[in-house]
């Protein structure tokens, strides 16, 4: 069992960054596979981004429309993955989700290979 525990949205400006956190329990996040879901009002969870271990080496992926723009990382230390958002645009506009699983590779972008979910932080963009 994983637990996952969102933190850090908010309001921002277009233009503006925030960065968000996922605090893992129960297990090693390193363990899973860790991504980031984003779904707006009537649509539906979208893939943001992505990131698996491999021993000492990891690989990230990311959506084509926040390439450039976000970054996930994980700390080791505090069991904790984070999603950078920078130059945020309106339509970043969502319900941010943490997700843990064991897929690897291109399956890493369907939100049904995943496990365990946390509970979500919104994260607005005004123009």
């Known amino acids: 069992q994983v637990q996952l525990v969102e933190s850090g949205g908010g309001l921002v400006q277009a233009g503006g960054s925030l960065r968000l956190s996922c605090a893992a329990s129960?297990?090693?996040?390193?363990?899973?596979?860790m991504g980031w879901f984003r779904q707006a009002p009537g649509k539906e969870r979208q893939f943001v981004a992505a990131i698996t271990w491999s021993g000492r080496s990891r690989s990230t992926y990311y959506a084509e429309s926040v390439k450039g723009r976000f970054t996930i990382s994980g700390d080791n230390a505090k069991n904790t993955i984070y999603l950078q958002m920078n130059s945020l645009k309106p339509e970043d506009t969502a319900v941010y989700y943490c997700?843990?699983?064991?897929?690897?590779?291109?399956?890493?972008?369907?939100?049904?290979?995943?496990?365990?979910w946390g509970q979500g932080t919104q994260v607005t963009v005004s123009s």
């Open positions: 997700a843990a699983g064991l897929e690897t590779g291109v399956a890493v972008i369907a939100p049904g290979r995943y496990d365990y």
């Open positions: 129960g297990r090693t996040f390193s363990d899973y596979t």
